[in-house]
């Protein structure tokens, strides 16, 4: 029988141990979360992993064991990383009972995506609201009841108890929240204690959004309209200050539009009520020549200044259920000395 010498150091030497292929594979794990976490794409993390084995390959194995090309990445990534995430956070979910869904479309080259997100408070450290992904919907019908369909799927899926939903959190279109058939209606069928903020006031007797959304538009495509508008702030000697746009969906902006708005308010009703300009819209030039819309810009201005710090303090990474606690009852406070207090003609 022919014998056959073993070259045990050539096999010691290529063999990893268990202990330093876990080391590795944890480094590359981490590597990969790193740069998901921060937008990197596969093919800059493939070009990061061959830097680093070779500036770090004679002073560390695990550098020197690397490899994390661009195809490796991409298994890491939705393989290992994204369904251990989901499972920890669908954990979290369920042991905070309670639970507020998220959704909203948005395109990456000719695909529609709608991503599904939960907000909770998380048991884990401090007691605080968080905010996760749960599912990535590939779908190109945009119709409420598809959405609604796709959005019950991924909650069962997920395991999530619907009777723990107490919110939905998304644009405010006719498709999303609209009060015959939408998204939040098909929603109320399921969950009866289902609420929805509006946006709108009963009292008011000018809508204000339609008002804004109006006047910024007259001007937004015409330069000649602008620079007639310009001749107005020259004659009270004024700056020129562009108006900020709202967007219906965007709320938050109501009070930036209007803050920009009241300070020249004077040259730009001037140029609505010009009876000698055939091309002002007759609906802006009855928001202008109506003293009232004045004092509800001035009274909402007063109002949204508490209410927008608040909010932008609401929308933090994180938050504490007492700061959440200590913020919404500053805010009733403050807003119930508002009705206790005379406001005066210019209110602020």
């Known amino acids: 029988m022919k014998s056959f010498s073993i070259n045990r150091q050539l096999i010691t030497s290529t063999m990893t141990s268990n202990k330093a292929s876990e080391e590795i594979a944890a480094t590359e794990g981490a590597f990969v979360y790193h740069g998901g976490k921060h937008g990197h794409p596969y093919s800059s993390q493939q070009c990061t992993t061959n830097v680093i084995k070779t500036i770090f390959s004679s002073c560390s194995a695990i550098a020197k064991s690397m490899s994390c090309g661009r195809i490796k990445c991409a298994f890491i990534a939705v393989n290992v990383l994204a369904p251990y995430l989901t499972r920890k956070v669908l954990t979290e979910v369920k042991e905070a009972s309670f639970y507020s869904t998220m959704f909203d479309a948005s395109n990456k080259e000719n695909t529609k995506f709608f991503p599904v997100f939960e907000q909770y408070f998380s048991k884990f450290g401090v007691k605080k609201v ?29 395991g999530l108890p619907l009777e723990g939903l107490t919110s939905i959190g998304t644009d405010n279109t006719n498709v999303n929240m609209d009060n015959t058939h939408s998204v939040y209606t098909l929603f109320l ?27 910024y538009a007259h001007f937004s495509r015409s330069a000649n309209r602008v620079e007639e508008l310009n001749s107005y702030y020259e004659f009270y000697e004024q700056d020129f ?4 746009k709202y967007i219906k969906i965007r709320w938050i902006l109501l009070y930036s539009s209007i803050e920009r708005l009241l300070p020249v308010y004077k040259p730009v009703k001037d140029y609505f009520t010009d009876q000698s300009n055939d091309e002002i819209p007759k609906k802006s030039q009855k928001h202008f020549q109506s003293e009232e819309t004045l004092y ?5 201005y007063h109002v949204l200044f508490e209410i927008q710090k ?19 009852t500053s805010l009733q406070y403050k807003l119930k000395q508002c009705l206790d207090t ?6 602020r």
Not at 190 to 213: P, S, V, Y
Not at 296 to 300: A, H, K
Not at 310 to 328: F, H, P
Not at 342 to 347: L, R, V
């Open 130 to 158: 968080v905010i996760r992904i749960i599912d990535l919907i590939d779908n190109a019908d945009k119709s409420a009841t598809n959405i609604f369909e796709n959005l019950m799927t991924a909650i069962k899926k997920s």
């Open 189 to 215: 069928n399921q969950i009866e204690n289902l609420f929805k903020g509006k946006w709108d006031h009963q009292q008011l007797t000018a809508d204000i959004e339609r008002f804004l959304m109006m006047t």
């Open 241 to 244: 200050h562009v108006l900020i």
């Open 296 to 300: 509800i810009l001035t009274f909402l």
């Open 310 to 328: 608040t909010n932008l303090k609401l929308q933090k990474e994180s938050i504490t259920a007492i700061d959440l606690y200590r913020l919404i």
């Open 342 to 347: 005379f406001f005066g003609i210019q209110c």
